[in-house]
């Protein structure tokens, strides 16, 4: 295929390095003292001292080198990094292309604010978007610096095009953590709750989660959403679906096969806006560029974020033109929106995920870690599922006798990790969820180690 990325030469050549990642550091887990160790926990007790009680730190030990797919602590630790930062650097930490880019652009300039003097690297990041997402239509894209940010500017988008104003999430939800993002978020502890009122004009709509409804069928868990969004809202008064190809902090749901292709037909069919929130699950992280290419579905939005731009605040609305050109002029943007240092990186990172074939490493990492996760399962019955898609994997934790959550058995298996040396998350609306997002430049002896730890882990709780 042609490259997206029509100019900037200089840094292709630097791009073959970026599957190492990083500074040089050792590829192996290497513990030199208990975790947090003593450096860790002195600047713990000054994080508890200076920064509010509200930013929780998962595992309170500090970083100070990051590349390929370790961390290194400030105690000399080098821990396993099967979490990307939330699923951020999906080109590795410090990718050399990334910090070449990112240097070559503090030493031009850091800021203009597009929307008083343009650049260039704004404008080549949105004809990079408008290529690489799903639909062959015309497109435009507008940059923003956080996830959250960008699903607000969507939904703005979405209802100043059809004069609509109601918009439906879907039961698992997440969607940030602003007021309207809050809005949208199904979980309200630790997401939303105290934080209300909410902005109005938002309605939840059942998913499908075939783990825990039965196996519903896609096209069937799609009829039930949309009963129940005409019975209660109706297509005249709605705006916009707004929906995760795959739930991130939701569980790692995949839906029904159908269920996105349904909801997308009807949405066209009725005038309303069908938004991908593709935060989590955006480049190369599913073993495609997007994920919405597994269900074959074209959104008229997607929003992006995370996986965007190696590690640097960018996130962004792509879709059909004349839907994003409906706002008025001004009606969009923000002092930082499309910063020029984040754009560098995100061209960077863009080409990297595609002359480094990080989309086919992320299959090979579904292969290595899916092989295991069955193994896993075929000797615990407290694994009920394993689900997910390239990069993007979880295991649900249940009670074997009544697939009950088990909220606490996935947070003792987190700590054991976590001691051992093993960056890793859960996730889910009840918390039961493991779910493992590496940069796609772990190397396979890591991956190794790392289930390895989860084996024991696993084992020990
Ligand atoms: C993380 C996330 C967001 C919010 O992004 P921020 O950059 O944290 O504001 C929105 N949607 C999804 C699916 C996410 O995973």
Redesign the pocket.
């Known amino acids: 295929m042609t490259s997206p990325l029509t100019t900037d030469t200089a840094t292709t050549t630097a791009t073959t390095a970026a599957t190492t990642g990083g500074p040089a550091l050792r590829q192996q887990r290497d513990l030199v003292t208990e975790l947090p160790g003593p450096r860790s926990r002195a600047l713990h007790a000054r994080k508890l001292a200076a920064v509010p009680d509200g930013v929780g730190v998962m595992l309170p030990i500090y970083v100070e080198a990051a590349g390929g797919g370790v961390l290194r602590d400030i105690d000399g630790n080098t821990l396993i990094d099967f979490g990307s930062g939330?699923?951020v650097t999906g080109v590795g930490n410090s990718a050399p292309a990334v910090v070449e880019a990112v240097t070559r652009q503090v030493n031009a300039f850091t800021h203009t604010c597009f929307t008083i003097t343009g650049y260039e690297g704004y404008i080549e990041v949105a004809e990079a978007l408008n290529n690489l997402t799903p639909g062959d239509f015309d497109k435009r894209t507008a940059l923003f610096?956080?996830?959250?940010?960008?699903?607000e500017n969507a939904i703005k988008i979405a209802r100043h095009f059809t004069g609509k104003q109601a918009v439906v999430a879907f039961d698992h939800?997440?969607?940030?953590?602003?007021n309207l993002?809050m809005a949208l978020t199904a979980k309200s502890m630790p997401y939303k709750s105290g934080f209300g009122p909410f902005a109005p004009e938002v309605y939840r709509a059942p998913m499908s989660y075939p783990f825990r409804d039965g196996g519903v069928s896609g096209a069937d868990a799609a009829a039930r959403a949309i009963d129940q969004i005409d019975k209660q809202i109706g297509a005249a008064n709605l705006a916009a679906l707004i929906i995760?190809p795959i739930?991130?902090?939701g569980g790692f749901i995949v839906p029904a096969a159908g269920f996105l292709p349904a909801l997308q037909a009807w949405a066209r069919a009725n005038d309303v806006v069908f938004i991908a929130?593709?935060?989590?699950?955006g480049f190369a992280r599913t073993g495609a560029m997007f994920a919405s290419e597994h269900e074959g579905i074209e959104p008229d939005l997607i929003?992006t974020?995370?996986g965007i731009a190696g590690g640097l605040?960018l996130?962004a609305v792509t879709g059909r033109a004349d839907i994003m050109n409906s706002a008025h002029g001004g009606g969009l943007g923000g002092t930082y929106t499309g910063n020029p240092i984040a754009c560098a990186a995100a061209l960077a990172t863009i080409r990297s995920y595609l002359d480094d074939d990080l989309l086919g490493r992320a299959r090979e990492i579904e292969a290595l870690f899916r092989a295991r996760l069955e193994e896993l399962r075929s000797t615990d019955p407290r694994i009920g599922d394993v689900r997910g898609r390239g990069a993007m994997l979880a295991i649900e934790l249940v009670d074997p006798a009544t697939k009950a959550p088990d909220a606490a058995l996935a947070a003792r298996v987190a700590a054991a990790a976590h001691a051992q040396g093993l960056v890793l998350l859960t996730c889910g609306t009840y918390g039961n969820v493991i779910r493992f997002l590496p940069p796609l430049t772990i190397g396979d002896a890591l991956i190794a180690d790392g289930l390895d730890v989860l084996r024991d882990a696993l084992a020990a709780a």
Do not use: F, L, W
């Open positions: 939330i699923a610096n956080s996830g959250a940010e960008a699903v939800a997440y969607h940030g953590r602003t993002t995760e739930q991130g902090e929130d593709e935060v989590q699950t929003v974020a995370k605040p996130s």
